[in-house]
């Protein structure tokens, strides 16, 4: 089924017309409707790891916090909004209906083929002009390694995890890479 995607599109004007959409996952760069292309298992299976590892993580640390997965969106500007795979906002939760996370402190990218050039421009840029956000974590199931982009005080930190735990201050979190990308597949 072919489906016309609006352009000159802001947020809101994008969420009304997302909600409508009776299947797809969309996207809103610079005022286009982007649609989001079928998912392989391994980056579904990884997607939920990293949620997982994320609620654990809040649990052990007991901080106020909750994690979203690949649904609300992040309002980045009047004309972009993406759907990070994964987040993490303080609490409160949200409206039951809400469409949007508006405080994400941890945004969270499963790389795919067809989305990694825009997961390490155009999305690292993006995240970072929201002012609550202060990690971005990349996570690349082929070589199982997270490019953790970190706000620093005039600068975005970035260093590549290959093993071990990743620290992530604030708000407190500890993410060991084994949780993170789960059990080898078989």
Excluded: C
Excluded at 16 to 35: C, F, H, N, P, T
Excluded at 65 to 86: I, L, M, N, Q, W
Excluded at 93 to 110: F, G, K, M
Excluded at 112 to 138: M, N, W
């Amino acid at each position: 089924m072919n489906i016309a995607l609006p352009r000159s599109l802001n947020v809101d004007e994008f969420l009304a017309w997302s909600v409508r959409q009776e299947q797809g996952k969309y996207e809103l760069i610079d005022g286009v409707v982007v649609m989001q292309q079928s998912q392989q298992w391994e980056h579904s299976r990884v997607k939920l790891e990293a949620a997982v590892a994320l609620r654990e993580a809040i649990k052990k640390a007991g901080i106020p916090f909750y994690v979203g997965s690949d649904g609300p969106t992040v309002r980045v500007s009047e004309h972009k909004a993406f759907v990070p795979d994964a987040l993490v906002a303080p609490l409160p939760l949200p409206e039951r209906t809400s469409l949007e996370i508006p405080d994400p402190i941890v945004v969270v990218e499963v790389l795919s083929p067809s989305t990694a050039r825009v997961d390490a421009t155009t999305k690292l840029r993006g995240y970072f002009e929201v002012p609550s956000v202060q990690h971005y974590l990349i996570l690349d199931t082929e070589d199982q390694t997270v490019t953790h982009h970190k706000r620093g005080a005039s600068t975005i930190e970035t260093r590549v995890v290959t093993e071990g735990v990743l620290a992530l201050e604030p708000p407190g979190l500890e993410l060991s890479l084994a949780d993170i990308f789960g059990a080898a597949p078989v």
